[in-house]
């Protein structure tokens, strides 16, 4: 067997960082976040498997954040007695948005960390919700992982359907893969597996009832989260998901199921916009003026695409809420700093 912290997604990223961590306590142990309850981590350390045996395997132990700011996924050193999380080794990637998109004062939850892949879930049989997918893209974009788009439930819809939400999305998601999986029959689910052939971390993001706990528990072979399904005996019905938790899949990899989050609220910015709506930027390339503002500017080649049918008016709308969206969070964030 690997070494069972390299297994768990260690690597030499991780090792750098954590040698520039000021630690006075050598001897604590190095671990990675699986779940959070309250103020309480679930850590998964490497120990000697007996006494007499070199091979390693994982365990679970215990430890109190407190004043650490942790999220499922991220690797932490713990304090020598082993009870408190002491230092959060620095991320290389982490979906994060605005925790409340109401509320006036500006607050980051991240979702999760050290994702190398997030799904971007939605169900195929049902209206695609173009908008919430233009915003998980900019929040894949931003975060560092690389976004793929899984259509869910291809058992429930006709291949037309399926090839045409298909078509539709890779003309908007440039770039990015777009899988269509059946977590009923097992159809597309070996694809998706391969982007943890080399001991990845997944993340599954989607709203409620796209039926990304189902994919977990299809990925994983497990039980492991409860999904909307209702059982015999059990009413308690849709939106069961509570625990964000690290899963190991079966061959390599680790995935984590997220609770359907409702509203994304944009949080870092980065160039996630840029990317998400690549195929506007491309065209803006060819606007009469650097500058244009793809209003009424003679020359402009998105005001062409428009008229010509190739773009959606909407899309375009949709990106500069976004835009504006990003720059009133930049204000905001500026002020709290001076404060
Ligand atoms: N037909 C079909 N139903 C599915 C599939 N995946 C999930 N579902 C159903 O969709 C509902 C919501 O699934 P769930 O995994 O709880 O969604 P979540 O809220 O995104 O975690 C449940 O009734 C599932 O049984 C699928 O691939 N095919
Ligand atoms: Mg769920
Ligand atoms: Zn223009």
Redesign the pocket.
């Known amino acids: 067997m690997r070494n069972a912290l390299s297994e768990l997604g260690w690597n030499a990223t991780f090792a750098d960082a954590l040698a520039r961590i000021d630690r006075k306590d050598v001897l604590s142990d190095v671990g990675r976040v699986q779940r959070l309850d309250r103020g309480w981590s679930t850590v998964l350390v490497a120990r000697a498997k007996n006494s007499t045996s070199t091979e390693e395997v994982l365990v679970e132990l215990r430890a109190r954040n407190i004043g650490a700011d942790v999220a499922v996924g991220d690797w932490v050193v713990l304090s020598a007695d082993g009870e408190r999380v002491e230092h959060v080794v620095p991320r290389v990637s982490q979906l994060i948005r605005r925790a409340s998109s109401d509320g006036p004062k500006a607050v980051p939850q991240v979702i999760a960390a050290n994702i190398d892949v997030v799904f971007l879930?939605h169900?195929v049989?049902a209206r695609l919700n173009q908008r919430r997918l233009e915003r998980e893209l900019v929040l894949a974009f931003d975060s560092g992982a690389t976004p793929v788009i899984v259509l869910?439930?291809?058992?429930?819809t006709s291949g037309e359907t399926a090839r045409d939400t298909t078509d539709a999305i890779s003309a908007i998601a440039l770039g990015v893969p777009v899988h269509v999986?059946?977590?009923?029959?097992g159809d597309g689910l070996q694809a998706l597996l391969t982007y943890a052939a080399g001991g990845e971390t997944l993340a599954?993001l989607?709203?409620?009832?796209?039926?990304?706990?189902?994919?977990?528990?299809?990925l994983t072979g497990t039980d492991s989260?409860?999904?909307?399904?209702?059982r015999r005996g059990d009413q308690r019905g849709?939106?069961?998901?509570t625990a964000v938790d690290l899963v190991p899949l079966p061959e390599r990899g680790w995935l984590v199921?997220t609770p359907?989050l409702r509203a994304i609220g944009l949080w870092s910015s980065g160039r996630g916009i840029e990317r998400a709506f690549a195929d506007i930027f491309n065209l803006a390339d060819h606007c009469r003026f650097r500058d244009c503002k793809h209003e009424r500017e003679p020359g402009c080649a998105v005001q062409q695409a428009i008229a010509e049918g190739r773009l959606d008016a909407r899309r375009l709308e949709a990106m500069r809420r976004l835009v504006a969206e990003e720059a009133a969070l930049e204000r905001e964030q500026a002020r709290a700093k001076r404060r």
């Open positions: 879930v169900a049989n869910t439930k291809s058992d429930a999986v059946s977590s009923v029959t599954v989607g709203a409620s009832g796209v039926g990304k706990s189902t994919l977990v528990n299809a989260q409860q999904t909307g399904a209702i849709r939106h069961t998901t199921d359907g």
